[in-house]
């Protein structure tokens, strides 16, 4: 409690600056937690789903019965849904639902991330404002007779560091998890494309085979 105590005098000495830092900084991190627990929760692709797609002598009551028993927010669930309701529809209707659901998707995906992305830029143009204030506070302490104040200029130099110091890596953490996010979000939307496809496939087959199988 008291190391709390101590870091929280320190950004103190940051100036005004440190109060909008800590803002964004609070900001990032309700985003990077919702954003964690979506992707845990509702965007990861079920393994036994998936190995049920890639299996030739899956039938399609197999399928509806195993998206039934998932989340029904979960993003899968939701895409799966899409084709296996216009199943019997000719395979371009089919695609064309599908391309629809999966842009609903990637935007739901992307929810948030231009907000991390605006924190990568914010935060240390913040700091260098920081920066800027602190040492304008300290070269107003030099008069014309010399040194007036030393303390008053070391607090200014303490400030100019501390501003620039929490923006860059308010920055950087922001960074990482725009980054790390966007990665998980490709996969998820290739994933989601490759079952797609496969199940587009069967689509055709039984357009081929004369009519929708069971």
């Known amino acids: 409690m008291q190391e709390i105590h101590q870091s929280w005098i320190t950004l103190q000495f940051g100036g005004p600056m440190v109060y909008p830092l800590l803002m964004l900084a609070v900001i990032m991190t309700t985003i990077l937690l919702d954003k ?7 965007a990861r692709s079920p393994k036994s789903l998936i190995r049920l797609v890639e299996s030739p002598t899956t039938r399609w009551s197999d399928l509806e019965k195993h998206v039934a028993s998932l989340n029904p927010r979960h993003y899968f669930g939701h895409f799966m849904r899409t084709i296996l309701l216009h199943r019997n529809a000719p395979p371009w209707w089919v695609e064309s ?3 629809d659901e999966a842009q609903i ?12 992305e605006t ?5 240390p143009l913040l700091g260098l404002l920081g ?7 300290a070269f107003k302490l030099l008069g014309s007779n010399g040194l007036v104040n030393p303390t008053g200029v070391t607090s200014g130099v303490a400030q100019a560091l501390i501003a620039t110091a929490l923006g860059l890596l308010i920055a950087l953490i922001a960074l990482f998890g725009y980054n790390f996010f966007s990665r998980l979000q490709s996969r998820t939307l290739d994933e989601m494309e490759r079952i797609g496809t496969r199940l587009v496939d069967r689509v055709r087959l039984d357009v081929d085979a004369g009519g929708p199988q069971p």
């Open 36 to 42: 964690s627990y979506v992707f845990w929760r509702y």
């Open 97 to 99: 639902r599908a391309g």
């Open 105 to 116: 998707i990637e935007r739901a995906l992307q929810r948030g991330l231009w907000v991390l």
């Open 119 to 123: 924190i990568v830029t914010a935060a």
């Open 131 to 137: 920066t800027i204030t602190g040492m304008m506070h």
